[in-house]
């Protein structure tokens, strides 16, 4: 099968852990090399963010990226580029033509507006993943959501329009729902994890005999970071009141955000080390920046828990990443976590922007190494069940494969009435 991944702002070839650049970029490479692995030729679409960079750029076998002018050829932030979406359609459409593929699959709002354009222009069916709802976001961050106001219509507009849209989780196929888009236009496919990458085995980032809590995490308020500070502080004051030593009281790090030399000069990073200090753990919060992702499953390994607390999250690949390490997590209840995190068996969930809660489950998890052991086993146990990419790619074929067989049986019907209409 030929393919067509369309992905505006998220380019598999972005590095990891900018403001912009994340899970949907993680997705995106993963997505399209566990797809090329199987057979098929993917072709990855898009924006040109560099004006240095080659117009196609091989990611590996059966995969290559296509890079699309559509405005300036520099790094602009997702929410502003809605104005550059006509041009991205233009040339995405000249593109299909030249090389038509049998699906276009669109990932994020504004690629599916580009893809849905160009894509009928050839005759090609639109499957869509949206990452993220517009509506969610709205709720959650109310006037300091930076989203185009066109947003949420857009996404009404695509699930309606699209042949299928993939949702990620449970959670975001009842927020679809909600919105009016068909249930029988929605196919739930999760996000995956490379679990021959994250693994429990294999080398294991240095730590001192100070339980280890870790966060990965873009710096971003949404993602929670100032509630696993004030969850340490809750800590550090338990293990004082028990007369625990230095040794006993727990350290957090944070993987994330810009390099490490540059964290001073950034104001999310400056405003959480001022939290940390407020709160009187600054001596156990250890900011480290952007983290390669080589190295991030030895740092992960390292940790006896890792923290995921988002005030929303729309799927969140960070717990696959721990739980595939064999660590148990500590999340909040929400989006995709209510499907990968089984709460007191792979870990524990707790309600958002609750710290103490999150404090009180880390607390009894470190007071019980033989659980939290048994934990960890058991979310090994279910990433590689459920979420390695293998089979994420094989039921995103399947819904492609199932897409272009009732395209086909559309343009049969169409021909024949053709064929009648002439009789």
Not at 30 to 46: C, E, Q, S, W
Not at 154 to 164: C, I, K
Not at 280 to 284: I, K, L, S
């Given at each position: 099968?030929r ?9 598999p ?16 490479a ?17 924006r ?100 185009p106001?066109?947003?949420?219509a ?11 849209v993939i ?47 870790l966060v ?6 949404r ?12 800590l ?16 957090l ?16 990073a ?9 709160a ?5 919060v ?51 976590l ?53 089979r994420?790619?094989?039921?995103t ?9 009732e ?17």
């Open positions: 099968m393919i067509a991944l369309v992905s505006e702002h998220a380019s070839l972005a590095v990891i852990g900018g403001t912009d650049a994340g899970g949907q970029n993680v997705h995106v993963a997505l399209a090399t566990a797809l090329g692995a199987r057979g098929h030729a993917v072709t990855v679409y898009t040109r963010d560099d004006p240095t960079i080659a117009d196609r750029v091989t990611l590996t076998r059966g995969v290559v990226v296509e890079h699309l002018p559509a405005g300036p050829p520099r790094p602009v932030p997702k929410d502003e580029l809605l104005p550059h979406v006509d041009a991205l359609a233009e040339a995405l459409r000249r593109r299909l033509a030249a090389d038509r593929p049998d699906v276009v699959h669109a990932h994020f709002w504004m690629s599916g507006l580009a893809a849905v354009a160009a894509a009928a222009a050839v005759d090609v069916p639109v499957v869509q993943t949206f990452h993220a709802l517009g509506a969610v976001k709205r709720r959650h961050q109310g006037r300091q959501d930076t989203s106001a066109q947003r949420i857009a996404e009404q507009f695509l699930s309606r329009r699209v042949a299928r949702a990620t989780c449970s959670d975001e196929v009842a927020e679809l729902l909600r919105a009016g888009a068909p249930r029988a236009g929605i196919d739930v496919v999760p996000c995956g994890v490379d679990t021959t990458v994250f693994r429990p085995d294999g080398p294991v980032a240095a730590r001192t005999e100070r339980p280890r809590l990965v995490s873009r710096l971003v308020p993602k929670g970071v100032d509630d696993a500070i004030d969850a340490l502080a809750a550090c004051g338990q293990a004082s009141a028990a007369g625990a030593g230095d040794s006993g009281r727990p350290e790090l944070v993987a994330g955000g810009p390099h490490a030399a540059e964290l001073h000069a950034d104001p999310e400056v405003r959480l080390q001022r939290r940390a200090e407020r009187g753990v600054a001596d156990r250890h900011l480290l920046g952007r983290v390669d992702r080589r190295e991030l499953p030895a740092l992960v390994r390292s940790a006896d828990t890792v923290l995921c607390l988002p005030w929303y999250e729309p799927f969140g690949i960070v717990p696959l990443e721990a739980m595939a390490c064999g660590v148990p997590v500590v999340g909040t209840a929400v989006g995709g209510l499907d990968s995190v089984v709460d007191g068996a792979t870990g524990r969930l707790v309600p958002p922007r609750r710290p103490a809660a999150a404090a009180d489950a880390v607390a009894q998890l470190l007071a019980d190494p033989a659980a939290r052991i048994a934990m960890g086993h058991a979310a090994l146990a279910r990433t590689r069940a459920r979420y390695g990419w293998d994420v790619a094989a039921a074929e399947a819904t492609y494969q199932q897409v272009v067989a395209d086909r049986r559309r343009s049969g019907s169409r021909a024949d009435a053709g064929v009648s209409e002439a009789g």
